[in-house]
């Protein structure tokens, strides 16, 4: 069974900095493109940056050069480092897998089949 657990949202202020954590359990296949995705009130859900097993990454317009993915392979876990933060960020942040290694140029990948719970991430400005 497939888990991932996100952590280190919070609420933090304008210019702020937060680091997201997606722990994986579960998953054991060789390919992939795994990211990150959020969800504000009232708005579609929307990719913010995936990366795929062959290191290939991708970025929503909005947050290139201010967020960057990385995963640490013997830990099992994904990161989203959070830079610059604006209120247009606030949202709930969902790490999410798919078994196709595709990554589109939106940083998405093609079709997540597993999702974590989610953490919230809130910016007062």
């Known amino acids: 069974q497939v888990q991932l657990v996100e952590s280190g949202g919070g609420s933090v202020q304008a210019g702020g900095s937060l680091r997201l954590s997606c722990t994986i359990s579960?998953?054991?296949?060789?390919?992939?493109?795994m990211g990150w995705y959020r969800q504000a009130p009232g708005h579609p859900r929307e990719g913010v940056a995936v990366?795929?097993?062959?290191?290939?990454?991708s970025y929503a317009d909005s947050v290139k050069g201010r967020f960057t993915i990385s995963k640490d392979n013997a830990k099992n876990t994904l990161y989203l480092q959070m830079n610059n933060l604006t209120a247009e960020d606030t949202a709930m942040y969902y790490c999410?897998?798919?078994?196709?290694?595709?990554?589109?140029?939106?940083?998405?990948?093609?079709?997540?089949?597993?999702w974590g719970q989610g953490t919230q991430v809130t910016v007062s400005s």
């Open positions: 999410a897998i798919d078994r196709q290694f595709v990554i589109r140029t939106s940083g998405s990948c093609d079709s997540p089949g597993y």
């Open positions: 579960g998953y054991s296949y060789s390919r992939y493109c």
């Open positions: 990366i795929n097993y062959l290191r290939l990454e």
